[in-house]
């Protein structure tokens, strides 16, 4: 699942995640439809080991061409257990932007 864009870096603040192409994180960059498979493609293969399970981030989406589609997606690390399996979980927030912190969800 790649788009042609290589995110090779995160930081998480407050629940909030941004990626970045370089490979030490120095700056965020903006996720749009261009892009956003790569930052999927990212999350599955970061966030898919037992430590992650159950954890949220959330991101901003951009569609710079149907500005409507633009959000906030929240990311929820399913796993597998001895009983049980859980799937990934992504959720568009659509509408919802500046977010600063992952709790502020609750309030949607």
Do not use: C
Request: charged share 15%; net charge negative.
């Amino acid at each position: 699942m790649s788009d042609g864009v290589t995110l090779r870096s995160h930081r998480v603040v407050d629940g909030v995640i941004q990626f970045d192409n370089a490979n030490s994180f120095s700056a965020g960059v903006s996720i749009n439809q261009t892009n956003l498979k790569s930052a999927l493609d990212y999350l599955s293969k970061n966030f898919n080991k037992s430590n992650h399970w159950g954890d949220s981030v959330i991101f901003e989406y951009t569609n710079t061409v149907n500005p409507v589609l633009s959000g906030t997606f929240v990311y929820t690390e399913g796993g597998t257990s001895a009983t049980t399996s859980i799937k990934d979980t992504l959720v568009l927030l659509q509408g919802i932007t500046g977010l600063t912190d992952a709790s502020l969800i609750a309030i949607v």
